[in-house]
């Protein structure tokens, strides 16, 4: 039998919107997103000119690295693992902490951030995209009005327009919602119904399960582990990082934590902030543990894994862009400033 | 007044071929190609996931990294700089020191090369490629005949087919030489002579500049520097590598190198094989002075520098590659077995 039963029925299920929310002092153009698109994967935004948005968050894939943290200019790594970008757009605040609240505060952050991609300042960032020459016509075609278009707000507002492009409506689950009995297996509907009955959608409500879609920067925060105390808290370190009480420095912060999106989340292993998490399985049992004090059973398991493997979408097909290049001379530094160790040897 | 004289019309000027050479053993067909772009794209070809093939030859760029030297897993650095994989497919013999003799030969290289992406070994490489349960039907459709067709060979045939793709003809060179006398600027004629008259085409003949085009894998060589004792020398590190003697370990081979093609020389900077002339301005100085021994004059360079920019092509459209992916689980390794730093921490 294929179905949802009352409970799972009551539930207010909502299909992905054809399109995410759009600021309204950032309306999309195909130029901003096509200038958008080559910035992100434009590794000149990086120090060594070797990592972009891209190279994190591979949207040839999932979106990500899939890995526990990334690895940065310098093989530095961070504590946090990165989220993916698909879908991004539909989340009220941006970063694990929510510390960005919206993607264009987001999108500034990497290109200077030491361990990411280790530009010095915002001006060097500016020095190196005009001096390549083909940039200053698509930033003039992004931003007709700009007297001076290049610069860290509409590279922003850029990036941002084309992560609203990087969206995955129409998976298994939005169909199943929209009525089509068939889109969903047996398990994936048995699945889906646990899920409700656990109370996974207290927190992962609304088309994005990332909790009701509630105004641009407002974030919608849950601690994590609400349950503190168990065996899961050492196994996966969960109370390191104090999460959005780093940001505010509030005591009523500590281990608040904005709730993720859960689609394509069959994708993005490994899983939670610091990627300790390596299986959805795990993920799965840690949630109602931590979240809900609930032990569950293996089966309930495979059957919620089953049903969130139907959020996974169809990635829409993308051209590759054509990054404007020098002529003559690179603009990647020939010597690296911050080079201290010599070349391995093997 | 636009045209060459007799002495460049002398010249055998000839046209970038529409096709490059296709080995006899290693047909294009459309599943290879397509597998093989994938290949191209996968960053978990590497230890920690995070470079592909890709990553030091770009290409949404000029298919290099426009660096002096590429960056490797762990922050490594090597000696050469990354040539670009565009029209590598018309070169006889690959690497600055022609050691791999055809594209399928190159492609085994990087791969499980320490200092670039560092697997340990083959069999380490296909145990991945087998755990992603999306390349089997891509392999199995690459290479029909295969009973067990994840395997070294054909991962190197469907790259080497990709990279087959990557051409570019039809440039205003090309244009010009078929007839269209109105495809190079004045300067650019000018310089076309200059190039031939100095003698330029002693070594950087044939459709692709990098010598004539001899059987597969034959490779074609020169000394470089042929005039040693130069002030270049010493000013760009020309003796410190020994370039083919390095693999043949004979004492004719010393300072012997793989002629370069000049196809997009203006955009992969920067130049020879240590990256360490940074304008294409410095290395047709170079060049002039080590491989024939004249002093150029600064217009005759500027002329040379805008000829060579006519044989800059156009990039083909590319659909980017869906990665096939994983669920539930990552299979780059969360805990990092060759991390013996600590992280950074800024
Ligand atoms: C070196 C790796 C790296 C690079 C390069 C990088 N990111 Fe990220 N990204 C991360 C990590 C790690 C996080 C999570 C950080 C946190 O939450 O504290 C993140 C978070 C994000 C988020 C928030 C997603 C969410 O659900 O909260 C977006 C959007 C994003 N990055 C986009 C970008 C863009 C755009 C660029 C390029 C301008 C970029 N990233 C470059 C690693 C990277
Ligand atoms: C009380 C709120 C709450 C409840 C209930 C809850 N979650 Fe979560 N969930 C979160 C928060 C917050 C995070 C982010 C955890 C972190 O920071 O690592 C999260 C993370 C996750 C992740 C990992 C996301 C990623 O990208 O790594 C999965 C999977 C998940 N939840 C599934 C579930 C399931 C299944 C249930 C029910 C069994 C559930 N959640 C119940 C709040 C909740
Ligand atoms: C970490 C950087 C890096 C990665 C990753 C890398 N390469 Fe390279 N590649 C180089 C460098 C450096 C050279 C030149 C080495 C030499 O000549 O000794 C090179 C040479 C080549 C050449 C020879 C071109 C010519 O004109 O001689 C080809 C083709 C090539 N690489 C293709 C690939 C493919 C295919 C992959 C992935 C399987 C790959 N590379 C991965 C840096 C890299
Ligand atoms: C005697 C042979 C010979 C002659 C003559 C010669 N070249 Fe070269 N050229 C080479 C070799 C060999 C290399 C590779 C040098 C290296 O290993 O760094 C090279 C490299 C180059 C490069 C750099 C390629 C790159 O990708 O970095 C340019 C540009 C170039 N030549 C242009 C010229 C011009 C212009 C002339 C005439 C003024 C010329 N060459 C004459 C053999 C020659
Ligand atoms: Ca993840
Ligand atoms: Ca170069």
């Not at 001076?148 to 990087?166: C, F, G, Q, V």
């Not at 609930?294 to 139907?310: E, G, I, N, R």
């Amino acid at each position: 039998m294929i179905g949802v039963t009352a409970s799972a029925e009551a539930q207010q299920w909502e299909p992905l919107p054809a399109q995410p929310p759009i600021p309204a002092d950032n309306p999309q153009t195909e130029q901003k997103v096509e200038l958008g698109k080559i910035l992100f994967f434009d590794p000149r935004l990086s120090e060594h000119g070797t990592l972009s948005c891209n190279s994190c968050h591979n949207v040839m894939g999932s979106g990500d690295d899939n890995r526990p943290n990334s690895i940065g200019m310098h093989d530095a790594r961070g504590g946090r693992s990165a989220p993916t970008v698909w879908n991004a757009a539909f989340q009220s605040a941006q970063f694990w902490d929510g510390r960005a609240d919206s993607l264009e505060a987001q999108a500034k952050g990497p290109i200077t951030n030491p361990i990411e991609m280790g530009m010095g300042s915002a001006e060097v960032v500016m020095e190196r995209l005009k001096s390549i020459p083909g940039y200053l016509p698509l930033f003039k075609a992004a931003f007709p009005g700009s007297p001076d278009p290049i610069n860290m707000d509409n590279l922003a507002k850029a990036i941002a327009s084309y992560e609203r492009t990087l969206i995955t409506p129409d998976t298994p689950y939005d169909r199943y919602v929209k009525g089509d009995k068939s889109a969903l297996t047996e398990q994936q509907a048995r699945g889906m119904q646990t899920f409700a009955e656990l109370g996974c959608t207290a927190c992962h409500s609304g088309a994005n399960f990332s909790g009701p879609s509630s105004q641009a920067g407002q974030g919608f925060f849950m601690k994590f582990p609400t349950f503190a105390g168990s065996k899961y808290d050492n196994q996966y370190d969960l109370l390191l990082d104090t999460g959005r009480h780093a940001v505010t420095k509030q005591e009523s912060d500590r281990h608040l934590w904005r709730v993720p999106t859960l689609r394509n989340i069959a994708l993005t292993a490994p899983y939670l902030h610091n990627g300790k998490a390596q299986t959805l399985d795990e993920a799965v049992l840690v949630m109602a543990k931590t979240q809900l004090n609930k032990d569950v059973t293996p089966a309930q398991v495979k059957d919620v894994v089953a049903f969130l493997t139907s959020l996974g979408g169809t990635f829409p097909a993308q051209a590759m862009p054509r990054l404007p290049l020098t002529v003559g001379v690179s603009i990647v530094p020939a010597v690296d400033p911050h080079l201290k160790t010599t070349p391995l040897s093997h």
